[in-house]
């Protein structure tokens, strides 16, 4: 599901475990929102797949600004969300009865983690 925010309430409405985050689409609350959870945070756009304007392990205000101007290159809404230790992992469902999940593995290319 490309649109993340409706992803996380879908898993949560079936008790399903979620990062606890909301959607923003103004820069000062999502701050204020960050700040409250406490770090580390990941920020996302609201949707898009493969990982793409996605920041993780941020652990001050100023990563956080820069990783919400990242998300918002890609879309206004984004997401701020408390990071879960672990892996990435790409799911892809077709119809009712088939289920794709591969894991996604962090690259070094010119000195940044892709």
Request: hydrophobic share 40%.
């Amino acid at each position: 599901m490309d649109h993340k925010y409706n992803c996380k309430k879908l898993l949560q409405e079936n008790n399903l475990p979620t990062a606890h985050g909301q959607l923003f689409t103004n820069t000062a609350k999502a701050l204020k929102f960050g700040n409250k959870i406490g770090f580390p945070l990941v920020v996302k756009p609201y949707n898009g797949s493969l990982s793409h304007h996605v920041t993780c392990q941020i652990i001050s205000e100023k990563e956080l600004l820069n990783a919400i101007k990242i998300a918002k290159q890609y879309t206004p809404a984004f997401i701020v969300e408390k990071h879960i230790n672990g892996g990435l992992f790409r799911a892809s469902v077709v119809g009712k009865s088939h289920l794709f999940v591969c894991q996604k593995i962090k690259q070094i290319l010119w000195g940044m983690v892709i």
